[in-house]
């Protein structure tokens, strides 16, 4: 069974410092997708990143980089220069490529908060 | 325009009364889903359809049907509703149904069983 874990349930942060969220996950097959999803206080879920498991090139994206190692089993998230916009609940996810279906598995989230 | 819209946006009601969300998305995706938020945040998948069909249904009471009259709309509909019913609803969608696809979501739909 799959499963991701985001050991970091709060982050408090001041503004303009860098932040790392973590992300670990199990999964038994060899091809897969790994997610983060951004949820502000507004409840929206917004897409931020996807990433398959043959491609552990990390990834920047402005003030957002990723960094995804197989070896263990990780896909941290982090934010650098950190903003109070960015204050929200991050979760990464993970689906199996092949499954009927989309099926994501979310970990529990990161409520990131971003004080000025 | 919004690509994923729910309706409607809250949804407060008593025990035992039968409710409905809808949902459509207008990006031409062949896959829909709903998932349950509840109050610890936690997301779980509950149906998903593709083309009309149902391809995904874990394990949700079947008070909760959801409907797909085409694939650009899936409704949910819950009878008798509880009091763990509470919780935000999310419809999302994707191009396809395989796993290497993105979901986009709607903005969640909060209801409030009184």
């Known amino acids: 069974a799959q499963k991701v874990t985001q050991a970091q349930t709060e982050i408090s942060v001041v503004e303009k410092e860098d932040v790392t969220l973590d992300c670990v996950y199990e999964?038994?097959?060899?091809?897969?997708?790994l997610f983060w999803y951004k949820q502000p206080p507004s409840g929206e879920l917004v897409f931020l990143i996807r990433?398959?498991?043959?491609?552990?090139q990390n990834e920047i994206s402005g003030r957002y980089s990723w960094n995804f190692q197989k070896s263990t089993s990780s896909f941290n998230f982090t934010i650098t220069a950190s903003q109070v916009v960015d204050s929200a609940v991050y979760f990464c996810?993970?689906?199996?490529?092949?499954?009927?279906?989309?099926?994501?598995?979310f970990g529990e989230g990161t409520q990131l908060t971003v004080n000025p | 325009d919004t690509a994923v819209s729910q309706t409607p946006k809250y949804l407060v009601t008593q025990m035992g009364n039968d409710k409905s969300i809808k949902c459509e998305q207008n990006?031409?995706?062949?896959?829909m889903y709903w998932y349950k938020q509840d109050s610890k945040k936690f997301l779980k998948i509950m149906f998903s359809?593709?083309?009309?069909?149902?391809?995904i249904n874990e394990t949700v009471p079947n008070r909760f049907s959801p409907k797909s009259p085409d694939k650009a709309h899936l409704n949910l509909h819950i009878n008798s509703l509880e009091l763990g019913d509470s919780a935000v609803y999310f419809c999302?969608?994707?191009?396809?149904?395989?796993?290497?696809?993105?979901?986009?979501f709607g903005s969640g739909t909060q209801l409030s069983v009184l």
């Open positions: 999302a969608s994707s191009p396809m149904s395989r796993g290497s696809v993105s979901l986009f």
């Open positions: 999964t038994r097959d060899t091809t897969y997708y």
């Open positions: 990433r398959n498991s043959f491609d552990e």
């Open positions: 996810a993970l689906s199996e490529y092949g499954t009927s279906g989309s099926r994501l598995t």
């Open positions: 990006l031409g995706h062949d896959t």
């Open positions: 359809y593709n083309n009309k069909e149902l391809i």
